[in-house]
C-alpha cells in the first residue's frame, strides 16, 4: 500500500498573511479552526489549504486573466481540481494591497449566485414528543 505524502500545516506566517487579507475586507469573516476560509451565501471563496496555499474562487474571465498575469494554476485538493479556484502563488500572498482588488471580486462573484439554502429546520409546537397514545406531552399536561 503507498504512503499518503504530508499535506503540510499551514505556517504561522501564512496564516497571519490571511487573516490581514480577510480584515481588509470589513464585511467579511474568517471561518474554520483547522482550515480557515471565508463565505458568502453559503458559498465557500476563499480558503487556505492544509499546505497553506491560499486558492480564491472567481469567475471564468478573471480566472484565466489572473493564471495568465501571476503564472498561477488552478487548486487541486484531494486529487480533484477545483474549477473555480486558483492557488495563489507564495509571492503574490505577501502583496496585501495588490491582492485585496481580487479578494474583493471572488466575494462579489459568489455574492453574485444564488444562496444556498440552510439545512437547519425550524423547531415548531408541531415536534413535541407523542406519548405512547399518540398525545403529545402538552396536552397531557393541560389535562391534569
Known amino acids: 500500500m503507498a504512503k499518503r505524502s504530508d499535506p503540510g500545516q499551514i505556517t504561522a506566517d501564512k496564516l497571519e498573511l490571511y487573516e490581514r487579507l480577510v480584515a481588509a475586507e470589513p464585511n467579511v469573516e474568517r471561518k474554520g479552526a483547522t482550515m480557515p476560509y471565508t463565505s458568502a451565501n453559503g458559498h465557500m471563496f476563499s480558503f487556505l489549504s492544509n499546505a497553506g496555499a491560499l486558492a480564491l474562487r472567481l469567475p471564468a474571465a478573471e480566472r484565466e486573466a489572473f493564471v495568465k498575469k501571476f503564472g498561477a494554476r488552478l487548486c487541486e485538493q484531494h486529487g480533484r481540481i477545483l474549477r473555480d479556484y486558483v492557488e495563489v ?56
Request: glycine content about 4%; hydrophobic content about 30%.
Open 89 to 144: 502563488p507564495d509571492a503574490l500572498l505577501e502583496k496585501t494591497q495588490t491582492l485585496q482588488a481580487y479578494f474583493a471580486l471572488s466575494l462579489a462573484y459568489v455574492s453574485s449566485l444564488k444562496p444556498k439554502p440552510t439545512a437547519r429546520k425550524p423547531k415548531t409546537a408541531k415536534t413535541a414528543k407523542k406519548g405512547p397514545a399518540g398525545e403529545s406531552s402538552l396536552s397531557k399536561k393541560r389535562a391534569k
